[in-house]
């Protein structure tokens, strides 16, 4: 019988236990010294990336002995606490729930409720995502931040809100660390492929590949194939390994960059074995300091798949009640991170509205969106798209150009279409400025109502319609109220990110974008969403298509 106690002053030191994927591991944490020992041992295929199969064979080989010598280390520390011989030298099980590969997962779990029921402790069942993140959050100090998740099976950014973490953006496709390691193995290389990218891509020229950002959501699938096919056609493997870093993590950078823009925080916390890539850190490092924000990355051993972490997070869920009994502690492969109902955090009311929101202080003044700076002159507004040093020259060069130009046109053309958007006065594509009429008298997320989101509803259904999509359609990127007593007009702005497509996927997109958005700051989220689908639904030429691919987009496991 393993015991649910529910005493906070009753958990000391928690066993944890990790092997969602690749990671034997278990840990000891101290919660008075704030001290973690993990013993770890890594699966390594003989080819090709990870069996899921060989990897379970290695759970069940490494498991028991990584969580003997943990074992052994917490009767040592009872030993030296003076804790009674007969006592159990831990306080609480902890083990890696899910998301990963259900033959390790299993593994885990059972060696988890063995332990527990051998010393009648308390079981607690960790999202190992959530893990990636709250380690660096113990360790930071930090207490709202924006935290970018860049793992092997995954790729978030998330935050926390009203009792959950959302996922603010995520890939569409694969996780980031498989997306390296697929186009190593295309070259020959052995798993995991993430540290031979890093080396080579030092001795590595940029060149071009995809750069595929929608909103916060980003893919990997089309800049793998293309720098598959750049290898396949002699361009030196170092050059295509450095085209990767500099565009992968360009695209982790401005969505985490955009999340903290959209959120109004100012901490960022990175977590997931990909984080212990330099570049990565370090375009984090210079888009941070860029925005006056602070950046925590943990040490290598908390970034990369470990039992620490989730004995970090276990001992927090253990000394808040949080714990499983064992008819109840099934594990699940497909864990998001957003289905957990977080019980360790204090509950906090948000800051409300978020410091983000802007209603306009009047004319001259000076916004600084996620990616451009806006000033407003009169009745005119000019946007310039400032260079980000974090990027490689040619990207950032490249990026601006082509997004000026297609706002342009795309702005213009919504226009005709009988969307309301500001005119466009004039467009610089060599400096990466537009001149625009000023619309509105502050964003929708200063203000948001049913109607107003019934009106964006409606209005990405008619540019769909028309045959291209808005790309960042964000509560930030609509402006309402018009100032001449107009008061319920809505705008759309902000078409950098826009494409033409008929494509219901990219469709679908452009409303899952907006509902995230809503998501991330919004307490009615679920009610604005409605309406906005039920206009969308009205006008669309073809909503059932739409809508249906919509409900797969967010239903679709990511662990792949
Ligand atoms: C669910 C769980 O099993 C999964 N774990 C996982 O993916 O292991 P993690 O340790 O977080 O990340 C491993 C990935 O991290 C990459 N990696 C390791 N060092 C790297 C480096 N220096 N640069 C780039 N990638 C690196 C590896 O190539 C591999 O793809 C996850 O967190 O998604
Ligand atoms: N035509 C306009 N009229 C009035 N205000 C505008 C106009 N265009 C932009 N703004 C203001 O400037 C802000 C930033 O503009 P915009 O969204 O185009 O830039 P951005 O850097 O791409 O921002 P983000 O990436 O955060 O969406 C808008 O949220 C809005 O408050
Ligand atoms: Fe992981």
Redesign the pocket.
């Known amino acids: 019988m393993v015991s649910t106690a529910s005493e906070s002053d009753d958990i000391r030191r928690v066993l944890g236990i990790e092997g969602?994927?690749?990671?034997a591991s278990a840990a000891v944490y101290e919660v008075e010294t704030d001290d973690v020992f993990i013993e770890s041992n890594p699966y390594q295929p003989e080819s090709g990336g990870i069996h899921p199969r060989e990897a379970a064979e290695h759970m069940s080989e490494a498991v028991p002995s990584v969580v003997e010598t943990a074992l052994a280390e917490a009767r040592e520390r009872a030993a030296e606490e003076g804790r009674n011989a007969d006592a159990a030298p831990i306080d609480a099980v902890a083990f890696s729930r899910g998301?990963?590969?259900g033959p390790c997962l299993r593994i885990v779990g059972t060696a988890a409720r063995a332990v527990a029921q051998r010393f009648d402790v308390p079981l607690v069942g960790v999202n190992?995502?959530v893990a990636?993140l709250e380690v660096g959050r113990h360790y930071s100090g930090f207490d709202r931040p924006v935290c970018l998740?860049a793992?092997?099976?995954?790729a978030h950014v998330l935050a926390y809100r009203n009792g959950r973490y959302r996922v603010l953006g995520e890939t569409m496709d694969t996780?980031?660390?498989?997306a390296?390691?697929k186009f190593t193995r295309h070259v020959g290389w052995s798993?995991?492929?993430?540290?031979k990218?890093?080396s080579h891509a030092r001795d590595g020229e940029y060149v071009d590949l995809p750069y595929v950002v929608k909103g916060m959501d980003f893919s990997f699938s089309g800049i793998m194939s293309a720098a598959k096919d750049e290898y396949d056609s002699g361009t030196p493997v170092e050059d295509v390994c450095r085209g990767l870093e500099e565009t992968v993590f360009a695209m982790l950078t401005e969505v985490s960059e955009r999340a903290l823009s959209l959120t109004g925080r100012e901490e960022l916390v990175l977590g997931?074995?990909?984080g212990?890539?330099?570049r990565?850190q370090g375009m984090l490092r210079e888009m941070c300091e860029q925005r006056g924000a602070e950046l925590y990355v943990p040490e290598d051993r908390f970034?990369?798949?470990n039992a620490g972490m989730i004995a970090v997070l276990g001992a927090k869920m253990a000394a808040a009640g949080d714990t499983l009994a064992v008819a109840e502690s099934a594990i699940d492969s497909d864990f998001r991170p957003d289905e957990v109902a977080v019980s360790w955090r204090a509950d906090e009311s948000e800051p409300a509205p978020a410091p983000a929101t802007r209603v306009d202080a009047g004319d001259a003044a000076e916004q600084r969106g996620a990616e451009a700076t806006v000033s407003i002159e009169g009745d005119r507004v000019v946007k310039r798209r400032v260079p980000r040093s974090y990027r490689h020259p040619a990207l950032d060069e490249r990026l601006r150009r082509e997004r000026t130009r297609i706002e342009a046109r795309l702005t213009s053309e919504a226009r005709r279409c009988g969307v309301p958007t500001p005119l466009v006065l004039d467009v610089d594509t060599a400096e990466s400025t537009i001149g625009f009429q000023r619309v509105g008298d502050r964003d929708l997320d200063a203000e948001l109502t049913v109607d107003r989101a019934r009106a964006v509803g409606r209005y990405l259904a008619t540019i769909h319609d028309a045959g291209f999509v808005h790309g960042d359609p964000t509560t930030r990127n609509v402006r309402v109220g018009s100032g001449d007593g107009d008061a319920d007009r809505v705008f759309l702005i902000d078409f950098g990110l826009g494409y033409h497509t008929g494509h219901e996927e990219d469709h679908a997109m452009d409303l899952h974008v907006f509902a995230q958005s809503l998501a991330g700051t919004a307490d009615d989220a679920d009610r604005l969403q409605a309406a906005a689908e039920e206009a969308y639904r009205a006008t669309s030429e073809r909503d059932g298509t739409v809508l249906d691919r919509l409900r797969a987009i967010e239903g679709r496991g990511r662990?792949q």
């Open positions: 969602t994927a690749w990671a998301p990963g590969l190992h995502m990636h998740n793992s092997g099976a995954n996780g980031v660390g498989n390296l390691d798993h995991p492929g993430g540290p990218v890093e997931g074995g990909v212990q890539n330099d990565l970034l990369r798949d662990y």
